[in-house]
C-alpha cells in the first residue's frame, strides 16, 4: 500500500513524499482512512510505530476547510510531556508545509504571552499539555467549544502521571458533537473505561506493540548489589568506548542523585526530568544533540518520543518496572543499522521485572561479569557503611528535634510522577534539586564533603554545587 491509496491530499502526499517515507506504517495504514472518514477511533498503537502520522496526516486535510476565529481552536490535541507536545508540532510543521495551518503549542514552562498572541489570532491547531491548557482556560485565554476534532494521546501515560480528571475537565469544555481519537500504548480495561466516555460509536485499530529489540543493539546484564550500582556503572562507563549514551533511572529523584554522583566523579552528563524548566530541558537535549553533553540521566517519561539518533549505548541503571519500557530504552541505541549496547543493572529485587522483560523480549538477556568487581564491592561496603552511619546522626538528630514525623513524610514515595506542567520554577532546576536532596532524611550534611571515600557530595552538594549547575540554571532562568 502506498500513501496515495489512503486518500490523503496532493499537498499532504507531496510533504511525506520529502520526508523520504515509502509506505504507510501499519497504524497508518489501519488509521488514516477512518480518520478521514470522520470517524472516531480508538487506536492501540506506541511511539515508534508512526502514531503520530496517523493522526496528523489526516487532520491537515480535515482542516483545510474552514476558518480559525480569535481564541477558538479548531482542533486539540492533547499530550502527557512536553517534549512529546513539541515533536507533535514538529510533526505538523513538516506536514502541513503546503497547508496553511495555524498552530500553537500550550506547553508549560514558555512564557504565557506568547501563546497568548497566537492564540489572539486564531488557531486551526492547538496542541497542549493538560495543566497548561487549563492554565489558559482559567484565565480565559481560550475557548473549546469550537474544537471539532479532538486527540487524546498516549492515554495511558496521562493516566500514568494522573491527568486524568484534567482530562476529563477539557472534554467536558468540548462540543460533544465532534471527531475523538484516543490512542494509548496498552488497552487496559481502565483504558477501554476511560475510551468509552469519550468516543462514540469508534473504530478499533490496533497495531501490537514491538516486542523485539534490534539485532544491530547487543544486549548485557549486570547482576549486582543495590549499592554497587554507581560504582559499577562508572566502571562500565569507563571501560566500553562509550560515545555518548541514555542512562535511564526509574524516579526523578535518582536522576538528580545519580547526576550529580557522575558529576562530581568528572563525567560530562546531564539530565532529562519533569521538573526541570522547559527551557533547560531544550537546553540539555539540544547539548547531548551536539555532543556538548555525554552522558544524558533520565527518566522515561522525560525521554519518552525523543529522537536522537547515533546514540552508541543505553544504559539500565534500574530494570524498568513496565516491561515495554525495556524496549523503548534500548531502541534509542542501535538505530538505522548503526551498531548499539545496552547494558542493565540488575538487583535481586528486580527479579520480577527482569521475568516480565524477557518474556517480552522472548530470550534471556546475557548475563555479564565485570572484571575487578572486588573493588566495586569494597566501594559499595564503605558507600552503605557511610549511609547506615548518617542514618544513624539523622535518627538521633530527629529525636533531639522532634521532626520525625517532617521527615518520614519527606521520605515517603510518591505514588505517581507529579504533573510535570505545574512545577513552580523555584524547584526546576538542578541546584533545587540537590538543595532538595539535601534536606532529605539520610542526606549527607554531617557528612565531609573532602572525603574520598564514597559518593558524598550527591547528597551533599550544597555549597559545592558545580559552577555547571549555576552557568546552566542562571541561563536559563535568564531567558
Ligand atoms: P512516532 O511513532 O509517530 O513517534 O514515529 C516514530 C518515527 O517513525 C518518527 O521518527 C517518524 O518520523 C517515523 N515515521 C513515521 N511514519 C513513517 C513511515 N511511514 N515510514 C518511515 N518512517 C516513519
Known amino acids: ?7 490523503l491530499s496532493p499537498d499532504v502526499l507531496k510533504a511525506v513524499e520529502e520526508t523520504g517515507y515509502k509506505n504507510p506504517t501499519p497504524i497508518q495504514e489501519k488509521a488514516i482512512p477512518y480518520v ?4 472516531d477511533v480508538l487506536g492501540t498503537a506506541q511511539t515508534g510505530t508512526g502514531k503520530t502520522a496517523s493522526f496528523t496526516l489526516p487532520m491537515i486535510d480535515i482542516l483545510a476547510a474552514g476558518q480559525a476565529k480569535a481564541r477558538m481552536p479548531r482542533s486539540l490535541i492533547l499530550e502527557p510531556t512536553r517534549e512529546l507536545a513539541a515533536q507533535v508540532a514538529a510533526n505538523f510543521e513538516t506536514y502541513g508545509k503546503y497547508s496553511k495551518l495555524s498552530m500553537a503549542l500550550l506547553i508549560g514552562g514558555v512564557s504565557f504571552s506568547d501563546q497568548d498572541a497566537k492564540l489572539d489570532k486564531g488557531v486551526d491547531v492547538l496542541i497542549a499539555t493538560p495543566g497548561r491548557l487549563l492554565d489558559h482556560v482559567e484565565r480565559g485565554k481560550v475557548m473549546l467549544n469550537g474544537v471539532k476534532t479532538l486527540v487524546i494521546d498516549e492515554a495511558d501515560r496521562m493516566m500514568d502521571m494522573g491527568f486524568i ?7 467536558s469544555l468540548l462540543p460533544p458533537l465532534r471527531q475523538t481519537l484516543f490512542f494509548s500504548a496498552t488497552m487496559s480495561k481502565d483504558m477501554r473505561k476511560l475510551a468509552d466516555k469519550f468516543l462514540h460509536n469508534p473504530k478499533e485499530v490496533a497495531v501490537s506493540p514491538p516486542t523485539s529489540t534490534a539485532a544491530t543493539v547487543t544486549q548485557q546484564l549486570l547482576m549486582v548489589q543495590k549499592m554497587e550500582k554507581r560504582p559499577a ?4 562507563l569507563r571501560e566500553q568506548d562509550v560515545k555518548n549514551a541514555f542512562i535511564f533511572c526509574n524516579r526523578k529523584k535518582d536522576v538528580d542523585i545519580l547526576l550529580g554522583s557522575l558529576i562530581k566523579h568528572g563525567f560530562n552528563a546531564g539530565a532529562l526530568h519533569g521538573d526541570m524548566t522547559q527551557s533547560h530541558r531544550m537546553e540539555t537535549l539540544e547539548k547531548f544533540k551536539n555532543n556538548e553533553i555525554k552522558l544524558l540521566v533520565c527518566s522515561d517519561v522525560a525521554a519518552r518520543g525523543i529522537d536522537v539518533s547515533a546514540v552508541s549505548h543505553v544504559f539500565n541503571f534500574d530494570v524498568p518496572t513496565h516491561a515495554e519500557d525495556y524496549i523503548h530504552r534500548i531502541g534509542r541505541t542501535g538505530r538505522a543499522g548503526q551498531e548499539g549496547h545496552a547494558f542493565t543493572l540488575a538487583t535481586k529485587a528486580d527479579e520480577k521485572y ?20 572486588e573493588e566495586v564491592a569494597e566501594e559499595a561496603a564503605r558507600i552503605s557503611e557511610r549511609e547506615k552511619r548518617n542514618s544513624g546522626r539523622e535518627k538521633s538528630g530527629q529525636r533531639k528535634s522532634g521532626s520525625r514525623k517532617d521527615s518520614a513524610k519527606a521520605a515517603a514515595p510518591r505514588k505517581s510522577e507529579p504533573r510535570e506542567e505545574k512545577k513552580t520554577p523555584a524547584a526546576a532546576t538542578p541546584a533545587a534539586a540537590a538543595k532538595t536532596a539535601r534536606s532529605k532524611p539520610n542526606g549527607s550534611k554531617s557528612h ?6 564514597d559518593d558524598a557530595p550527591v547528597l551533599g552538594l550544597g555549597e559545592n554545587v558545580p559552577a555547571f549547575f549555576n552557568i546552566t540554571f542562571r541561563k536559563s532562568a535568564e531567558k
Not at 480528571?165 to 472534554?171: G, Y
Not at 522483560?357 to 538477556?365: A, D, T
Open 165 to 171: 480528571p484534567d482530562v476529563e475537565r477539557i472534554v
Open 354 to 373: 527482569l521475568d516480565a522483560v524477557e518474556k517480552l523480549v522472548g530470550r534471556q538477556i546475557p548475563r555479564m561479569t565485570l572484571s575487578g568487581m
Open 36 to 39: 478521514l472518514m470522520g470517524r
Open 1 to 7: 500500500m502506498t500513501f496515495a491509496d489512503l486518500g
Open 448 to 453: 565531609s564533603r573532602h572525603s574520598r571515600d
Open 233 to 236: 556503572l562508572r566502571k562500565l
